[in-house]
């Protein structure tokens, strides 16, 4: 069963940056897009970024410009790099298989992000 692990959430203030990372159980991992999602408080669990086998990546119209996905396949690890944060991208961040897949992992607990000053 693949496991996935979230960290690197925290509290950051207006226009601050952090850096997620998601480990993932597994060999599986290296051949499968994957996606970072969020949930605000009160809100659904929303698409924020894919990348895909090799790299290539794709963004919500609201984080494009501001964040980053990459992945280092050799460490079944993915990152989330988030610059210019804003008090909406308080959330809690998880990691998946990409939105391009019918299903998903379990999900993790993943790891809160709070914007706030």
């Known amino acids: 069963q693949v496991q996935l692990v979230e960290s690197g959430g925290g509290l950051v203030q207006p226009g601050g940056s952090l850096r997620l990372s998601c480990a993932v159980s597994?060999?599986?991992?290296?051949?499968?897009?994957m996606g970072w999602y969020r949930q605000a408080p009160g809100k659904e669990r929303e698409w924020v970024a894919g990348?895909?086998?090799?790299?290539?990546?794709d963004y919500a119209d609201s984080v494009k410009g501001r964040f980053t996905a990459s992945r280092d396949n050799a460490k079944n690890t993915m990152y989330l790099q988030m610059n210019s944060l804003k008090p909406e991208d308080t959330a809690v961040y998880y990691c998946?298989?990409?939105?391009?897949?019918?299903?998903?992992?379990?999900w993790g607990k993943g790891t809160l992000v709070t914007v706030s000053s």
């Open positions: 597994g060999s599986i991992f290296s051949i499968k897009n």
């Open positions: 990348i895909s086998s090799g790299g290539n990546t």
């Open positions: 998946n298989l990409d939105r391009i897949y019918s299903s998903r992992w379990p």
